[in-house]
């Protein structure tokens, strides 16, 4: 399988609260999201809707950029989706 670039992405979920996940195809991870095969915490949360991504390289940038995402406050992660 390829590793090309990983994501990084933020998703709104019908509740009005974030999810921040990393993936290689961001389009594909929303749809099992969407399905509810993607996190438990998204399960029974819809809509749900992509409000952020960007490329990360590779799945260690990923992940160390999705600890540093996480981290932050929920004002911080509105304003880096543009909310």
Known sequence: MSEGPWH????RCGDGTL????ALDVAAR????RDGKGAKYT???GP?????AEACG???EA???????KGFSRAAKL????L
Request: hydrophobic residues 40%; proline residues 3%.
């Open 63 to 69: 992940l160390r950029r999705e600890r540093t995402v």
């Open 48 to 52: 749900l809707e992509l409000v952020y």
């Open 8 to 11: 990084l992405y933020l998703l």
């Open 58 to 60: 590779s799945r260690p």
């Open 43 to 45: 399960r029974g949360r």
């Open 30 to 33: 929303l749809e099992l999201h």
């Open 19 to 22: 999810y921040c996940g990393i």
């Open 79 to 82: 304003r880096l989706a543009g």
